[in-house]
């Protein structure tokens, strides 16, 4: 089997629901990274042999293709958009990685993009002639409604079962935006749109702020508030993805090769733990005591799924989301993944070769996936 690559790494600034991006469509802020990527490693855009991205919202269609056309890809180049939620932006890099590893292909441009601001409302049809289309916010994520609970109350739910207090998601959180400000991205990787070239929503978030806000969900010791949930939002992220000869012929400055990358399923009742056993599977594969793990990107869709993530998971807290995470920046669920990979290349470029970075996810329904890369 092939080794993988990452060669070049792009993402747009994330902004809020209503922000920046509210008139931006989806493949437009696809279509942004992927020119970057382009441009940045030189590739011939006819060298490309597929795009892959992540994406839950659009509304069907293939908004991967989209993108691939907008940014100007030759139309003989495919393309093809999965829908594993908040996974999706990195199972598309892990698809990509496993078709270079394979050797159907040499080159893979793959990512994720979501809009919330532009996705489209959803209804369900009509059964009868005297109904009306029932308006819904989301599927079914997993077939039994016990099973299936809203995100907002299963994080809720995870936080009272291991006694994370809401002072410690609180903590997590000032901390998460303390990091952003402090160590904004640089130029190297967002690109810029629609006038946005930072992340808008990191903020001198404070104890006294966090206290005053009532809970969304559980009760008042355990409970998760609009501070310790991450906001819905817009944004997109691209990387290439090659093989070795590809990369010697890009003459590819410091790429990263891709170790192992591992899918999980969990219980849909508890979805946030499920990179637990997707990153504990991964190291143990290799042989990789989770102490050697130098940079973490994991996702905060919540204070307390993070929390609970880290700490399953064993990395030291010197590693996670040295830029701040999600709950900083927002969640674009489809590319919030392919986000996390683009953070970790960008860290992993200023240490030393050999060391270890790691990517962990999870999504509705019990999902979680976690990438393990090196410089």
């Known amino acids: 089997m092939r080794v993988a690559y990452l060669v070049a790494a792009r993402r747009t600034a994330v902004a809020a629901r209503g922000g920046a991006f509210k008139a931006v469509e989806a493949d437009e802020l696809g279509a ?41 890809l030759p139309d003989h180049v495919p393309a093809l958009t999965i829908d594993s939620q908040c996974c999706g932006g990195l199972d598309a890099i892990m698809l990509a990685a496993e078709r270079i590893a394979s050797g159907s292909a040499d080159a893979v441009i793959a990512g994720g993009v979501e809009s919330f601001s532009r996705a489209p409302l959803r209804a369900r049809r009509p059964r009868h002639a005297d109904e009306t289309p029932l308006p819904y916010d989301r599927p079914p994520f997993a077939p039994w409604p016990e099973r299936d609970p809203d995100m907002i109350a299963a994080a809720a739910t995870l936080a009272e079962r291991f ?114 056993a997707a990153a504990e599977r991964l190291l143990a594969a290799e042989r990789i005591a989770p102490a050697r793990i130098a940079v973490a990107e994991v996702m905060e869709a919540f204070a307390a799924q993070a929390i609970a993530c880290v700490e399953g998971i064993g990395v030291p807290e010197s590693s996670l989301n040295r830029a701040g995470g999600g709950l900083a920046r927002g969640h674009p669920i489809g590319a919030s993944g392919a986000i996390l990979a683009v953070r970790l290349w960008h860290e992993l470029q200023s240490e030393p070769s050999g060391v270890l970075g790691l990517a962990a996810i999870a999504a509705a329904g019990g999902l979680g996936s976690a990438l393990l890369a090196t410089i």
Not at 39 to 48: H, N, R, S, V
């Open 32 to 72: 942004a990274p992927i020119r970057a990527v382009v441009a940045d490693t030189g590739i011939a855009p006819e060298a490309i042999d597929d795009v892959i991205f992540g994406n839950a919202l659009y509304g069907g269609g293939n908004p991967a293709r989209l993108a691939a056309l907008r940014a100007g």
């Open 163 to 276: 006694a994370i207090s809401r002072a410690r998601q609180d903590e997590f959180a000032i901390a998460s935006h303390r990091k952003a400000l402090q160590n904004p991205p640089g130029a190297a990787e967002i690109v810029p749109l629609a006038a946005l070239a930072q992340d808008a929503f990191p903020r001198a978030l404070t104890g006294a702020t966090c206290a005053r806000l009532a809970p969304l969900a559980g009760n008042a010791a355990f409970g998760v508030t609009r501070a310790t949930v991450a906001v819905e939002a817009d944004a997109a992220a691209a990387l290439l993805v090659v093989s070795e000869t590809m990369a010697r012929r890009l003459n590819a400055k410091r790429p990263l090769s891709i170790i192992s990358a591992v899918r999980r399923g969990g219980d849909p009742a508890i979805p946030g733990m499920a990179p637990i």
